[in-house]
């Protein structure tokens, strides 16, 4: 099975902050990489598919790169409405399996 | 606009089963080019992939719960189901059902909390 795994696990930040989240997998996944932002006791939302395709009326300031094994979701400059638990997944061969997650707090 | 709502028994008893329905409204099961999708997430914890069902029913399930889940389509009612067999505490989680598009899960239900308790 594929592992995914994020760095950090928890990452404090202030408004205004470039933040960079990093997943990993354990093999080559191309680009099917998804990434997911979750607020407390709310559906995580879909940011970003194919690694760097943002999803329609996702904001500008999330972007995505990479393929293989190394990605990373970037925040341009950090918004009070980012502070949230970032996912990301991959998705190929009818099997999908999470990263453990990156929590953004307020620095 | 479409909406996935999950439903079912919220408290389950250990070694009984789990069963969950999503109701899919402002879109069919049945057309689109659309799969469906079963999500958890234990509480304070992350989200874990359960199974996968396509418009035409076939299914692919979590290597970790094979044995234990089946996931169904109901084009009748618009819906489709999750059913986890011979539950423990390590079950107890929220449940979160998706409209998968292109393999990407891109409409999620709210989720239900389901609790596995005597």
């Known amino acids: 099975d594929i592992q995914m795994t994020q760095s950090p696990s928890t990452l404090a930040a202030s408004v205004g902050d470039r933040v960079t989240i990093t997943c990993r997998a354990s093999?080559?996944?191309?680009?099917?990489l998804a990434w997911f932002q979750q607020k407390p006791g709310k559906a995580p939302k879909l940011l970003i598919s194919?690694?760097?395709n943002l999803e329609p009326g996702v904001p500008s300031r999330f972007s995505g790169s990479g393929s293989g094994t190394e990605f990373t979701l970037t925040i341009s400059s950090l918004q009070p409405d980012d502070f949230a638990t970032y996912y990301c997944?991959?998705?190929?061969?009818?099997?999908?399996?999470f990263g453990q997650g990156t929590k953004v707090e307020i620095k | 606009q479409l909406q996935l709502r999950e439903s079912g028994s919220g408290l389950v008893k250990p070694s009984q089963t789990l069963s969950l329905t999503c109701a899919v409204s402002g879109g069919s099961i049945s057309s689109g080019g659309y799969s469906w999708s079963w999500i958890r997430q234990p509480p304070g914890k992350g989200l874990e992939w359960i199974g996968y069902?396509?418009?035409?029913?076939?299914?692919y399930y979590n290597p970790s719960l094979k044995s234990r889940v089946t996931i169904s389509l109901d084009r009748s009612k618009n819906q489709f189901s999750l059913k986890v067999n011979s539950v423990t505490a390590a079950d107890t989680a929220v449940y979160y059902c998706a409209r998968v598009r292109y393999m990407v899960f891109d409409h999620w239900g709210q989720g239900t909390l389901v609790t596995v308790s005597s």
């Open positions: 093999q080559s996944i191309s680009i099917w």
């Open positions: 997944q991959k998705y190929n061969n009818y099997s999908w399996t």
């Open positions: 194919k690694a760097s």
């Open positions: 069902i396509s418009q035409g029913g076939d299914t």
